[in-house]
Each structure stands twice: as C-alpha cells, then as structure tokens.
C-alpha cells in the first residue's frame, strides 16, 4: 500500500510560482512513474506532468509545457511539480499518483489558486 501526502499550494498572482511535494510511504515508490494531476471545480482529473521511475524521463501536457517541471527525489520517496508563470486557469486542486492511477492512492491533494 502507498500512502501520497501533497503540499505546497496557495494563493499566488498571475506570473507566480509555487513548488508542489508529494509525499509517498511505502518501498515500492521507486519502481513508480509518477505523475500530477489537477481537478478544477465541475472538470475531471487532467494529467499535468509524469516522471519515469528513475527520473530521467518526464512529459508533460501541453497547457503546461514550458512552464511547470515535475521531478523526484526517490532516497526521500518524493515528486515535485516546480510551477512557474501561473495563470488563473491553473487554478485548481492538484494530486499525485502513479501511472496509471490507482484509485486507493489518493490523497487530499493541495489546493492551487491563482488569482489577483
């Protein structure tokens, strides 16, 4: 079993920059991908960025590309989502998870605002 805690979210202004961390228990995390996800109010859950197990292999989906770095630590159990150049359409809650998800991994995920 895998337990992911995220933080590192808030409120910041369009152009800011804020470092997301998840968290992960459990010995498996480094055999993972990992990947972000986000949830706006009444959208689904979007993929934002995946890391492969080791760390050399990231994508990312294009309404983020050239913005946000995801990236991991595995001797810590953790991922990171660097996000830079906020806009207000990145509002939203944002999870990590494996990929592909799993449904039992969920965590409280941490919220996103960005706003003026």
């Known amino acids: 079993q895998v337990q992911l805690v995220e933080s590192g979210g808030g409120l910041v202004q369009p152009g800011g920059s804020l470092r997301l961390s998840c968290a992960a228990s459990?010995?498996?995390?480094?055999?993972?991908?990992m990947g972000w996800y986000r949830q706006a109010p009444g959208q689904q859950r979007d993929l934002v960025a995946s890391?492969?197990?080791?760390?050399?292999?990231?994508n990312y989906a294009d309404f983020v590309k050239g913005r946000f770095t995801i990236s991991r630590d595995n001797a810590k159990d953790t991922v990171y989502l660097q996000m830079n150049s906020l806009k207000p359409e990145d509002t939203a809650i944002y999870y990590c998870?494996?990929?592909?998800?799993?449904?039992?991994?969920w965590g409280q995920g941490t919220q996103v605002t960005v706003s003026s």
């Open positions: 890391i492969s197990s080791g760390g050399s292999r990231t």
């Open positions: 459990g010995r498996t995390f480094s055999l993972n991908i």
């Open positions: 998870n494996t990929i592909p998800r799993i449904a039992n991994y």
